[in-house]
């Protein structure tokens, strides 16, 4: 995630349940702080998304990482 | 929360445990579809925190909630 910000200044995942959001929360609190020690600051901004999986509908968490 | 951070400019959540990160996540995003109405744009920095409890160290997520 790291990465992928360094690069194109922003990221985003999706997460479907808690476990999996808990993830990717942990991974942009672990990604901030690489960053964070080359002077690049991130925040994200969580919003809910419906996707389709299996032809049913369920609603996954979206983040957006961004530079803040 | 929106009403937390329309009075005070910013909020404060720590979670412990993915179901309480979810719920957390959840929150942010729903007040962040609240306060979008007003015009106000909210973002969020999750970092880990330390916190004792019941004497045993615990890892905690502490969500930062400010305007974006």
Redesign the interface.
């Known amino acids: 995630m790291a990465g992928v910000i360094r690069e194109a200044g922003h990221a985003e995942v999706q997460s479907i349940?808690?476990?999996a959001?808990?993830q990717a929360?942990?991974a942009?609190?672990i990604a901030?702080?690489y960053l964070q020690e080359e002077g690049i600051d991130?925040?994200?901004?969580?919003?809910?998304i419906d996707v389709a999986i299996d032809e049913e509908e369920r609603t996954a968490?979206r983040?957006l990482i961004k530079k803040?």
């Open positions: 349940g808690a476990g959001t808990n929360i942990k942009v609190a901030r702080s991130i925040v994200c901004v969580p919003s809910f968490i983040l803040g």
